[in-house]
């Protein structure tokens, strides 16, 4: 039996092997040139991600959400916190919502740019996670909660990640867009497409930690 195994396996090896090319591309084009011209994405991470790795960053979006419903239905379980806190300081609200000002546009910039140079949709939430988090701790639970409940921030979230996963599958269909000109904004396919949505989700799951935390926690 451990001989058929062991047969079985070197079988696998050797055919795995005999079907690679072992000299690679040619030297003189680069693994991130060869990723632009099939992704259409001039920054080769994006293509990676977007492109080559979807199923991953369809599944860490995925994980994100979980966290985020995990965050969100156990807070609820320590009831709503009746001295919520904000920072007053004047100086420090101004500051602070200058920075979540520039967060906030970083984001955008981030987000609609990324597949053309360093960026994307993960760096674009984050940036844009730290902009409704700053404003959050320099705004009064009360105009947070409005602004929350107005966006629709726990529906919008959840629709992301359906989109995304409709994209997904749409694309692993065949259904795919061109991919343009390389280094043209209106480049690399569905990936722009993709760094938006995760921007949009990744932005709207912080604000509904934020939020949580803020009111079962009373502060983070």
């Known amino acids: 039996m451990r001989a ?18 072992l000299e690679g591309p040619p030297d003189e084009v680069s693994a991130a040139e060869i990723i632009a011209v099939e992704s259409g994405a001039a920054n080769a991470t994006t ?13 860490e979006i995925l994980v994100f959400s979980v966290a985020t419903i995990g965050v969100s239905f156990y807070t609820r379980f320590l009831g709503d916190f009746e001295e919520k806190s904000h920072v007053v300081d004047s100086a420090v609200v101004t500051t602070g919502r200058l920075i979540a000002l520039l967060a906030m546009l970083s984001g955008f910039y981030l987000a609609f740019w990324g597949h053309l140079s360093p960026g994307g ?7 844009g996670g730290t902009a409704l988090l700053l404003v959050a701790l320099t705004s009064s639970f009360e105009n947070m909660e409005r602004s ?39 480049s690399g396919g569905l990936i722009p497409i ?12 912080s604000w509904i930690i934020v939020y949580s935390f803020i009111k079962h926690r009373g502060l983070l």
């Open 4 to 21: 058929f195994v062991v047969v079985i396996c070197l079988i696998f090896v050797f055919g795995v092997l005999l079907t690679q090319d």
């Open 148 to 186: 929350f409940e107005r966006v629709h921030a726990v529906v919008l979230e959840k629709a992301m990640t359906a989109v995304f996963t409709v994209c997904v599958l749409l694309e692993v269909a065949g259904c795919s867009v061109p991919t343009g000109k390389v280094g043209s904004l209106l």
């Open 194 to 205: 993709y760094n938006v949505i995760i921007f949009v989700k990744v932005t709207t799951g």
């Open 121 to 127: 949709g993960f760096a674009a939430g984050v940036a």
């Open 47 to 59: 293509g990676i991600y977007l492109a080559n790795r979807v199923y991953d960053t369809l599944f």
